[in-house]
């Protein structure tokens, strides 16, 4: 998300002071989030023995996750309100969201919410951070929420079976694995149709290039379904964002 926040920041021209400052804000929001998701669910994955969380291995005590995590938290506060009220509140909605969601959200229906209107927000933000905090087109806001969702769907389907053992039953856990790496599929093509078809004037070379990545990305959300793909997924979403993100400077599309 980091990396994705800054290529955007270029290609809206903030300015080399200011993409700084989103790089270290939109850094420290989602360095809060990830140390609070393992500080909030410290109990949760040693109760299914995940080896893959530090804290399940005993090599750092959620006091310390705690701690960081509202530290980092602090800091990606005051770093994008730097930016200004509008974008650096945009900023923070991403971390809002990503709180909201470790905090309880991704038990519930609604847990697709937050991905949805922080990966909205973020290019929203990044936009608004420019001279005379221009808004985002409505293209580039749409393929962030799409990107989203299909985030948190790829995202979570690893973790199906621990989480449903240990009470978790969100969005992707109700509609199962199948229908939600179909459902995740859909939306990794729909977000890059948006992000070629919305700006003005025909589709350029690049945007047809996104499609072509677009078309086996899609291809592994959908394996998340499998057991076998259900790891390849969630890389899949975030790689294909960064590379239409990439492909969208090359393209000279109108971000302000």
């Known amino acids: 998300m980091t990396t994705v926040a800054t ?5 809206a021209d903030v300015g080399l002071v200011r993409t700084g400052v989103i790089c270290v804000a939109v850094l420290a929001g989602q360095a ?3 140390w609070s998701n393992d500080w909030l669910d410290a109990d949760r994955d040693r109760a299914v ?4 969380k530090p804290v399940v291995q005993g090599a750092v005590d959620p006091g310390l996750l705690r701690s960081a ?3 980092s938290a602090a800091v990606a506060v005051v770093v994008s309100l730097l930016l200004g009220i509008v974008p650096g509140l945009l900023l923070l909605a991403l971390v809002a969201s990503g ?3 470790n905090a309880g959200l991704k038990r519930t229906a609604a847990s697709a919410l937050p991905y949805v209107t922080g990966f909205g927000s973020l290019p929203a933000g990044v936009v608004a951070a420019a001279p005379g905090s221009p808004s985002a087109p409505w293209w580039l806001v749409a393929a962030g929420g799409a990107l989203g969702a299909a985030a948190h769907l790829a995202n979570v389907a690893p973790d199906l079976e621990d989480d449903l053992a240990t009470g978790v039953r969100g969005l992707p856990h109700r509609l199962g694995a199948t229908v939600s790496a179909v459902t995740g599929a859909v939306l990794l093509l729909a977000a890059s149709l948006v992000l070629v078809l919305g700006p003005d004037g025909p589709p350029t070379a690049a945007g047809w290039v996104c499609l072509g990545i677009a078309l086996p990305a899609a291809l592994v959300a959908a394996l998340a379904g ?3 793909g259900r790891r390849l997924a969630f890389p899949a979403v975030m790689l294909l964002t960064v590379l239409d993100v990439v492909l969208l400077l090359a393209g000279g599309a109108a971000l302000t």
Do not use: E, H
């Open 69 to 71: 995590a509202l530290a």
């Open 7 to 11: 290529l955007l920041a270029v290609a």
């Open 99 to 101: 709180w909201a969601y």
């Open 49 to 52: 023995a995940r080896p893959d």
């Open 226 to 228: 499998t057991p076998r």
């Open 32 to 34: 809060s989030i990830g």
